[in-house]
């Protein structure tokens, strides 16, 4: 376990350290919120107060006096006695004894991940409702499960991208002790878990660092969401940095997803990305660890691999370009940043398949005509993590529609069997393997002036939209802060029984054992620039992904029309490859007779000794 900078310190004499950056104030002590004792914090020149005391001890509550007599929880503390405006909690972090010590974590070869929104994946919304669903995971194939933020947000629902306790898993969760009990049953199961977590910025509702540590911030930036954090000062940068240790050290997390990364800004050498994926890789070594990122900007630099094509920083990016162009072929909506993939969108979903992004440098007109993005094709498919289907791609719609509702069963069927067996890492969204059609939507538990700020600013982010030009179109996008708007948000388990919803979980869990038996085994020698692509007729795609002695070919017709095929098109179903998998079935006989059915595709595989020279 390392010495963190912040938060409390159980001492091996029994005495509990605190430690806290605060050079906006003069004073500040320590009160024990059971008996009111309070004791003063030691002030150094470089902002930090400190203090060793016998005042508190384990599973005790706690806050800082600030000179001015307020009380504030500890930003860096393990646990909160309530809600973010109250007591924070000492946590004992030996008290937790793990079953899975022995756990060494998965390769990254390996993942399929599902994410999941804690409250409304289960019927409780705890960690322990989590624990319970973790059987049916490894049934459909899962491999990795990955939880929405779980840090300390203000009320009670929540996305969990406005914590502001970002040490604390939420009280309405279960706390730390259920959240290690979730990992703990993950990991006996052979599950990785990952964590979302947010350093771009902190949520608008009980924050209380400004207060007694301004300097914390950049004043001069804010963020879409808030203001923007200060990483050029060391004591910020620590806090960040320690927080991801935190959570895969004493936490055991396979891995962590940082949200955003595009905005924090940092002039420092090196830049916080840099720096705390380079002390994680150096202080864990004995498992695998994954880190990937959200970054809209479609860079590659976080990513490179070494000459040995190991991981040196990142391990992957979460792919928008694939979702977007995705969406387009299956719905046809240009509004938005859709309308940069409405242009030969077969194109685009060929070369997100066979380079990782679409934009790689080219003018985005969603954009303003700005430039995004960078060549990508240096990367291996497995720095990718595609998906149809995520929190923010059907939370940010307004009003939070599934794929499932919005496309036909056949084009979601086709793009399920492209995702789901293509070499990039695949991401399913809670409920998606059955076709949820209930709605993900935004939603918060603000009271007050922020809570009518948070309706308004929601309902006009939409403004843009034309569908949505008319304010009393606007005025019926759900309200994020009512009950309502978060219980339509629960997934549905027992639609997963049902037709047509037990049908789609029956091909997920196929599509899902032909990638563990076909495509595991050889995934990790896939390596950049080993893929090409090409569009045949108006929208039908031939990719083909060579690795030594292996030739791995989809080609699918992702349109509503049949596309006619030449004998130059043919050549791969000759003797020699094997079929992995066709939707729907007969798609190969259709091939073979020169052309291919709307909405289907087929999977080859060839192991000649010559796979790898053409």
């Known amino acids: 376990m390392f010495e963190k900078s912040w938060g409390p310190e159980l001492l091996r004499d029994g005495r509990v350290r605190f430690r806290l950056w ?5 004073s500040i002590s320590v009160q024990a919120t059971a008996s009111g004792a309070t004791e003063p914090m030691s002030k150094t020149d470089d902002g930090w107060f400190t203090l060793e005391t016998r005042l508190l001890r384990a599973n005790e509550t706690y806050a800082f006096v ?3 007599g307020t009380l504030v929880p500890d930003p860096a503390a393990r646990a909160q006695a309530g809600d973010v405006h109250g007591p924070s909690r ?10 899975s010590r022995d756990w060494q974590g998965r390769p990254w070869s390996e993942a399929v991940i599902y994410e999941l929104h804690t409250g409304t994946f289960s019927e409780v919304g705890t960690f322990a409702g989590v624990e319970r669903k973790l059987d049916h995971l490894v049934e459909i194939g899962v491999t990795a499960v990955e939880l929405m933020p779980v840090a300390q947000f203000s009320g009670n629902r929540g996305w969990g991208y406005d914590g502001v306790l970002l040490y604390a898993p939420h009280v309405a969760y279960g706390g730390p002790e259920g959240l290690k009990r979730l990992i703990d049953g993950a990991h006996d199961r052979g599950l990785m878990v990952l964590l979302d977590v947010v350093y771009n910025h902190f949520g608008p509702d009980g924050n209380y660092i400004h207060l007694y540590a301004p300097q914390f911030f950049d004043a001069g930036r804010q963020t879409p969401w808030g203001a923007a954090i200060d ?3 060391e004591p910020v940068r620590r806090f960040a940095i320690e927080n991801a240790l935190y959570w895969l050290e004493e936490y055991r997390f396979d891995g962590l997803r940082l949200d955003a ?12 990305l840099e720096e705390l994926a380079s002390e994680v890789r150096a202080r864990i070594t004995d498992r695998h660890v994954h880190l990937t990122t959200e970054d809209e900007r479609n860079i590659t630099r976080l990513h490179r691999r070494d000459e040995s094509g190991a991981t040196k920083l990142y391990t992957s990016e979460w792919n928008d370009d694939f979702h977007h162009v995705a969406h387009v ?3 046809g909506e240009a509004d938005g940043y859709y309308s940069d993939y409405v242009d030969e969108p077969a194109a685009g979903i060929a070369r997100a398949l066979a380079e990782g992004f679409i934009y790689q440098g080219q003018a985005s007109s969603y954009k303003d005509g700005r ?10 498919p497995l720095a990718f993590v595609n998906f149809l289907q995520n929190h923010d791609q059907i939370g940010n719609r307004a009003f939070g529609e599934r794929l499932t509702t919005l496309a036909s069963a056949k084009a979601v069927a086709l793009l399920t069997a492209v995702l789901l067996l293509s070499p990039q890492v695949p991401l399913i969204y809670m409920g998606e393997e059955w076709g949820e059609t209930r709605p993900f939507q935004f939603f918060t538990d603000f009271c007050g002036d922020l809570a009518d700020a948070v309706r308004e600013g929601r309902r006009n982010e939409f403004r843009k939209w034309r569908q949505f030009q008319d304010p009393a179109i606007r005025a019926q996008i759900p309200d994020p802060n009512a009950l309502s708007t978060f219980d339509a948000s629960r997934i549905d388990w027992m639609a997963a029984e049902r037709e047509p919803h037990a049908g789609r979980l029956a091909l997920v869990q196929q599509l899902l054992e032909a990638r563990r038996t076909h495509l595991t085994p050889w995934l990790a020698s896939l390596q950049g620039g080993a893929a090409s692509a090409r569009v045949i007729g108006h929208r039908a795609i031939r990719i083909e992904w060579r690795t030594s002695g292996l030739r791995y070919r989809l080609l699918a017709n992702v349109s509503d029309a049949v596309v006619s095929l030449q004998p130059a098109d043919l050549d791969e179903w000759r003797d020699g490859n094997q079929v992995i998998f066709e939707l729907p079935e007969g798609t190969c006989k259709s091939i073979a007779t020169g052309g291919i059915e709307a909405w289907s595709c087929v999977f080859t595989l060839d192991r000649a000794s010559d796979a790898g020279s053409s």
Not at 261 to 272: G, K, R, T
């Open 22 to 26: 605060a050079p906006g104030q003069g």
């Open 66 to 68: 600030l000179e001015d």
């Open 90 to 99: 000492i946590v004992d972090p030996c008290a937790y004894h793990w079953k």
């Open 231 to 233: 990483y050029s000062r």
């Open 261 to 272: 990364v595009d905005q924090i800004v940092d002039p420092s050498e090196p830049h916080l």
């Open 329 to 331: 072929l299956a719905t």
């Open 371 to 380: 430039p995004r993005g960078e060549p990508s094709s240096c990367l291996p």
